[in-house]
């Protein structure tokens, strides 16, 4: 229900990001790109177009602070989080929640096992604490010397943390306390 007010909510601006994603460059719309959903199977996300569009990358894997193929609305998008609106069709298919563990793409499975095992059981969300605790993950992996290495061992971890703390305490509460922090993170 949330999912389909905020795409009818939604839709004047979804039509006019299309817009300006087609008269400013090539290529789709939207980015799809595999992801790990609940229980470890994998589904489609769905984003706004944010990279040049070349068909010998499309839907590989972004090297994590690599800024140089975004795009100069991208970049616009990204800060503001608009690229994500089109997961509001992952949450109406059912693939996504409003609230949830980021979905990771397939090659981090690896580090979902052990004491982080439980997250995969948890359907995944366009919000978390660990995506308002790192909204500026790009520009912490551009800064970095060595993004994938920051990212596996020192990103990826904490989220991992924080999304088992939160998969032991799922409850409608906490769920509105993460979309009213989500919220009040955008609009600042």
């Given amino acids: ?8 909510l939604c839709l004047p601006i979804l039509v006019l990001i299309g817009i300006w994603i087609k008269t400013t460059g090539s290529g789709p ?5 595999a992801r ?30 690599d800024q140089s193929q975004v795009t100069r609305c ?4 990204r800060k503001t989080k608009l690229d994500e609106l089109p997961e509001l069709l992952n949450v109406l ?3 996504m929640g409003l609230v949830g563990p980021r979905p990771e793409v397939p090659r981090y499975e690896r ?51 924080m999304n088992a703390s939160y998969s032991k305490r799922v409850c409608l509460r906490v769920d509105l306390q993460i979309l009213c922090l ?4 955008l609009l600042c």
């Fill in 36 to 65: 790990l959903g609940r229980y470890g199977q994998n589904f489609t996300l769905l984003k706004f177009r944010t990279m040049n569009f070349d068909k010998e990358i499309e839907g590989k894997q972004f090297t994590p602070g």
């Fill in 111 to 161: 580090f979902f096992g052990g004491e982080f095992s439980q997250v995969l059981g948890i359907r995944p969300g366009i919000t978390d604490f660990a995506s308002i605790q790192y909204r500026d993950e790009e520009e912490i992996l551009s800064r970095s010397i060595d993004p994938e290495w920051t990212y596996v061992h020192e990103i990826l971890p904490d989220k991992l943390r």
């Fill in 182 to 185: 989500t919220l009040r993170k």
């Fill in 74 to 77: 991208g970049k616009i998008l």
């Fill in 1 to 8: 229900m949330g999912s389909s007010l905020g795409l009818i």
């Fill in 93 to 95: 298919r059912g693939e």
């Fill in 29 to 33: 719309v939207f980015f799809r790109q």
